[in-house]
């Protein structure tokens, strides 16, 4: 019996549009963020190609940081969520903690860190953060 691929099944429209993913908060959960938001691309792009190859790449890096931050900074579980929306896709990231990201120095002589916020904000096209008495939210848009 031959195992199935996973690239190879038929996702309705819906699933293909919307994704969510609920994490424990380990580090572990970094990746499977990543794997999550990947396999979503993927879908999406059998529907519609991204309009640049280097879009791909930008929001699995944009993830991979909201995602990293997430475990670092806020203790316990998050939450991603993947949309895609009429030019772009937008990724939300919530988390424990209710204080706002804010940029840091990069201090390379300490092991590096601090360039993960300035990143996102370079990469996104809209970026935003909404706290409440449960964590955050972190909004981000990016081209598709």
């Not at 360039?115 to 096209?125: A, R, Y």
Request: proline share 9%; charged share 20%; aromatic share 8%.
């Amino acid at each position: 019996m031959a195992a199935e691929s996973r690239w190879d099944r038929t996702l309705a429209s819906e699933e293909i549009t919307n994704r969510t993913a609920s994490f424990d908060g380990e580090l572990h959960n970094v990746t499977g963020a990543r794997l999550v938001a990947e396999e979503f691309l993927y879908d999406l792009a059998r529907v519609s190609p991204p309009t640049a190859p280097e879009h791909w790449d930008d929001i699995l890096l944009v993830v991979t940081e909201l995602a990293a931050n997430a475990v670092q900074y806020a203790p316990g579980p998050f939450q991603l969520r993947l949309r895609r929306t009429f030019d772009g896709v937008h990724v939300a990231m919530h988390d424990t903690n209710p204080t706002p990201p804010s940029p840091r120095p990069f201090h390379p002589n300490n092991g590096g860190g601090g360039i993960g916020w300035h990143l996102i904000h370079t990469l996104c096209d809209q970026v935003s953060v909404v706290p409440d008495d449960r964590g955050k939210d972190i909004h981000v848009f990016l081209p598709w």
